[in-house]
């Protein structure tokens, strides 16, 4: 299997939390990126201390309750399923601090990670202040939430955006990278994609692969699974009869969003 592809693997770890993935710079290609997904049963409490990482805690589906000992963030979260497309609500947690998430109802809740050096507020990004952008034309369509985006200073190193692709489209296309850190053009940022299907036994293909072709993988990605883009372009394709949801995660040394087109496939852009 690709060293690029995490497959669920649930374990229990507590009383109505099962830890469902676990990507870290110890057993992944990522230095900058982390990403949990627990999934808690009702009045479970999954409880976390942050030392040098910042954390997006997002209620995928389901209602929490978030805390981070000083504040506490009720009741929050929208949605039964991520295929409702409507925002959802995410708290921000600063290094250094202790957060506690207890389900309301039953609930599945991605935890994004990057490194973190200077204390910041804790915040509740709700679901209204989600940006939502329609991004590309003709069979490049796709949904955009923006949850944590790098115009949003709340955050030290992360970048957290949610994506719909429709049956039959093309998503994270033209192909684009940023893994150069070449400012103003190209940021370099690592990414992890959280990928669901609907219906939940489809599949999706995705390619991760660099200029000089040192990384070249193309992944059959089944619902909740997890892609990391440690570099290179990394284009998803939605097969028809299936829709397509992700979750983002992207940091680096910089915290600006800037990609580079591959040249060969940049054309498409300028259909009318």
């Not at 299997?1 to 669920?8: E, F, G, I, Q």
């Not at 921000?92 to 809740?109: I, L």
């Amino acid at each position: 299997m690709s060293k690029l592809l995490c497959k669920p693997n649930t374990t229990e770890i507590s009383s109505g939390v099962t830890l469902v993935h676990d990507v870290t710079s110890e057993n992944s290609p990522l230095e900058y990126v982390g990403f949990k997904v627990v999934d808690l049963t009702p009045g479970a409490t999954y409880t976390e201390e942050l030392g040098k990482v910042e954390c997006c805690i997002v209620a995928l589906t389901g209602k929490i309750t978030v805390s981070d000992q000083e504040v506490t963030f009720e009741n929050i979260g929208t949605r039964e399923s991520v295929f409702e497309k409507i925002p959802t609500d995410s708290v921000y947690v600063s290094n250094e601090r202790k957060f506690v998430v207890e389900a309301v109802s039953q609930a599945r809740v991605a935890l994004c990670y990057s490194q973190s050096y200077q204390q910041l507020p804790t915040k509740l990004i709700k679901a209204e202040d989600n940006g939502i952008e329609n991004r590309g034309k003709y069979s490049n369509k796709r949904l955009v939430h923006n949850i944590l985006p790098d115009s949003d200073p709340s955050a030290n190193s992360l970048l957290v955006v949610e994506v719909f692709t429709e049956s039959g489209n093309w998503s994270s296309y033209p192909p684009h990278k940023h893994d150069q850190d070449n400012l103003p053009h190209e940021s370099f940022l690592e990414e992890s994609y959280y990928h669901e299907m609907n219906p939940r036994q489809g599949f999706v293909f995705q390619r991760v692969y660099t200029d000089d072709r040192s990384i070249d993988e193309t992944m059959t990605v089944e619902n909740g699974d997890v892609v990391l883009v440690p570099a290179g372009y990394h284009p998803v394709a939605v097969p028809d009869g299936y829709e397509s949801y992700y979750l983002n995660v992207m940091a680096g040394p910089t915290r600006i969003w800037k990609f580079h087109n591959e040249p060969a496939h940049e054309w498409i852009l300028e259909r009318k």
